[in-house]
């Protein structure tokens, strides 16, 4: 049996090696003290942020109650008989949050499926940027070709459907289309971590590349999957410009994909412009809304955290 050696001869427990003896690398030192920095800063940036949408909020609430502001069905902040039900809101961003993961989820999955299962290598180094250019389309553009192709040009005229200039589906179906590639490289990134030995144990069982990748890879990069998907959710919930361009400004309970309804996010970016008095009980509502908006998407990401955990496989 050999036995471990230093450069002053052989290794004892009470001598130590030349390895744990040697001076401190001081640029790990000032790598590690930038990562946490970077870290630490996150967090004072988060929770500036959850501050600085609180304590407006708190003015708000002193004045309209908070079962008034999540039960209400009317949302009027600005008329003389003003209202503060929120729930119009809210209906609007579910309608186009369901919409574009309806679009998102398939075809982002499908995209990575193939990428990573199907497509050969030197096919997916083309791929995989071309589909990533859709996420840097500025979703401004998204908008109005949302407004402006789909809603007016295929809805309207094309299809000949009964809606008003403005649809929840319009902005839904465009909004789908910006999310696909997140979900589609997050999912082939996790697909391909897979080890190349469990898709090969499960061809050597007789198994073709369709159950490998449905029973096999698939289950296994599961975690970084519901991940993705969850990112879309986020996304979807955030997204602002889209939705104020071509899903409408009428805040009312939106039953119907070809209706028109404004959004959290939408009645920020419009109010925000508008001509409310800073301090007043108007300009507050900015922030009460930014603040459920802050909080579902918080809710979001602890409910991925917790998904992720319960399925993580590590291999």
Do not use: C
Request: glycine share 8%.
């Amino acid at each position: 049996m050999s036995t471990l050696t230093t450069e002053g001869g052989p290794a004892t427990p009470g001598r130590p090696s030349a390895l744990s003896s040697r001076s401190p690398r001081y640029g790990e030192k000032a790598v590690y003290a930038v990562l946490r920095s970077a870290s630490l800063l996150t967090i004072l940036i988060t929770a500036g942020i959850l501050v600085a949408l609180a304590i407006p909020s708190i003015e708000f609430f002193q004045h309209v109650p908070v079962t008034d502001f999540l039960f209400g069905d009317r949302w009027a902040p600005r008329f003389a008989d003003a209202s503060f039900g929120v729930l119009p809101l809210v209906t609007a961003t579910a309608w186009t949050t369901v919409i574009a993961l309806s679009v998102a989820v398939p075809f982002g999955l499908g995209a990575a499926i193939f990428l990573s299962e199907y497509a050969h290598p030197k096919l997916r180094a083309v791929l995989k940027p071309i589909l990533e250019i859709l996420a840097g389309i500025p979703t401004v553009v998204y908008g109005y070709f949302a407004l402006t192709f789909v809603q007016t040009t295929l809805f309207r005229e094309w299809l000949q459907l009964d809606t008003d200039a403005f649809s929840v589906l319009a902005a839904g179906l465009v909004m789908g289309v910006m999310i696909i590639p997140t979900i589609a490289s997050i999912s082939e990134d996790a697909m391909s971590a897979v080890p190349q030995a469990m898709r090969q144990g499960s061809a050597a069982l007789g198994a073709n590349r369709m159950q490998t990748t449905v029973r096999v890879v698939f289950p296994a990069a599961l975690s970084g999957i519901i991940a993705a998907v969850v990112l879309g959710i986020s996304r979807a919930v955030g997204e602002t410009m889209i939705v104020a361009i071509a899903a409408g400004q009428q805040a009312r309970i939106v039953e119907g994909a070809l209706e028109q309804g404004q959004t959290m996010t939408g009645f920020i970016a419009n109010a925000a412009l508008g001509d409310s008095r800073v301090g007043s009980l108007e300009y507050d509502t900015l922030f009460a809304v930014g603040l459920l908006l802050f909080l579902l998407t918080l809710l979001i990401n602890w409910i991925s955290i917790a998904v992720v955990r319960r399925f993580r496989e590590a291999y």
